[in-house]
């Protein structure tokens, strides 16, 4: 136990590391003014339909940094200062959430296969850390209860690794689209990309943590396997 509480601070420390990291990139993108003068719902219409996609609504949700694409109502949701907003951060984000629109468009497979992940995570997360301290306090007389767990934070785990293409595809249809497109200037796509990369490495870190600890349970069932 206190080997995985130890990997969970480290990666608490590199987690909040890069998330104030992009909260701060974040800011000072948007400070900078987007030459053309699109808001960022202007910038995700428009990238909608010139992917040919109607049957998206782009809405405006509370919460900062809570931008998403939602799959199942089909809604682009951008939050306030990425809906209102001109500058080269709120076109970065807006783009990168029509990015996944596109890609629900296309049917892409990272996509789908993510989407169909979602109920059983939903579920696993609701009750994983329950049933792994408890396959824990019990190990000695229930090991199958912390196999249990371990399975359960594997679907989770799983999630994190399918994750990781989908965010980096979604970000990489936007900065392709900005540049056609020419929302955004030369040296403005720039900033962009410096800003969607910083994004993506709050996933890559919530990745290797996962990864981590999953690791660190799966050693500490075999270890009590070897007693046996």
């Not at 219409?45 to 931008?67: A, C």
């Not at 690791?215 to 007693?227: E, F, H, V």
Request: hydrophobic share 50%; glycine share 6%; with cysteine.
């Amino acid at each position: 136990m206190n080997s995985i509480f130890l990997v969970s601070l480290i990666f608490l420390g590199i987690s909040f590391l890069v998330s104030s990291t992009l909260r701060g990139k974040f800011a000072k993108y948007s400070q900078v003014p987007l030459a053309k003068g699109l808001s960022g719902r202007e910038i995700a219409e428009k990238m909608l339909r010139d992917n040919g996609i109607y049957d998206v609504q782009v809405t405006s949700v509370n919460g900062f940094l809570s931008d998403h694409y939602d799959p199942f109502k089909k809604t682009v949701n951008l939050s306030p200062d990425v809906y209102s907003g001109r500058s080269i951060a709120s076109a970065a984000v807006a783009a990168h959430e029509c990015g996944h629109a596109v890609q629900h468009a296309t049917s892409y497979a990272w996509l789908m296969l993510r989407s169909r992940l979602v109920p059983f995570v939903q579920f696993s997360s609701n009750i994983v850390q329950w049933v792994l301290l408890a396959g824990i306090i019990m190990i000695n007389v229930f090991p199958g209860l912390l196999l249990a767990g371990i399975i359960l934070f594997a679907l989770t785990t799983i999630f994190s690794l399918v994750t990781l293409p989908v965010e980096y595809d979604a970000s990489n249809r936007a900065l392709a689209w900005l540049e056609r497109s020419k929302v955004t200037l030369p040296q403005e796509q720039d900033k962009a990309k410096d800003a969607l990369h910083w994004a993506a490495l709050t996933y890559v870190v919530a990745a290797l943590a996962s990864v981590a600890t999953l690791l660190q349970y799966i050693l500490i069932y075999s270890n009590s396997r070897g007693r046996r």
